[in-house]
């Protein structure tokens, strides 16, 4: 009996000592940072689709609005419609390509919402439209979206930055190179300068 334990022993030590080794060598930290990042992406879809969801609103606070307004209008609708139709999967975070085209028409987007709001916020047509209620909810809700937008933003690029240097850093890069083949995930790139801020809509739409 006693020989049989000192047998096991032995094996039980190796085997803890080889989990310890494996652990230190990305085999839970790999796939604990990835998924953490896959998560953050979640978030950020859905905060740019909450936006998405506003934009039918603007056709009710534009009603009364000229063609030139109307025609810009269209635009957001069409840039609306582009953005909502591409879809970026977890799988394809590593995928450059895909997620500039996603950002590209995420982008386009903004650029048409700001366009219209400028165009109100200079025009003396619509006096009223300030004043209605509709309008100041509206306002008040593209603001705060703009404002989960860009938090949502920084904890996905947060994620990727701290899942990129887990796989490139020793010794999580043996478990990420050997057993996951990983690959670097695409941070969400700002275009302009200071689009990682959120805007004032203030005085904009």
Known sequence: MADRISSILPRAAIVAIAATSLSGCGINAVPTAEEAAKAKWADVQAAFQERA?????????????AEQEKGILVGVTEARAKATSIHISADDLKDPAKMKAFQDAQNQLSGALGGFGRLLANSEAYPELKSI?????????????????????????????????????????????IFY?????????????????????????
């Open 53 to 65: 969801n506003l934009i039918p609103n603007l056709a009710a606070v534009a009603k009364g609005a």
């Open 133 to 177: 209620t509709n309008y100041q909810m509206l306002q008040s809700q593209l603001e705060g979206q703009e404002n989960r937008i860009r938090v949502a933003l920084r904890d996905y690029n947060a994620a990727v930055q701290s899942y990129n240097t887990t796989i490139r850093t020793f010794p999580d890069a043996i478990g990420a190179k």
């Open 181 to 205: 083949g990983a690959k670097p995930m695409v941070p969400y790139q700002a275009v302009t300068p200071g689009a990682e801020v959120a805007p004032s809509l203030e005085g904009k739409l």
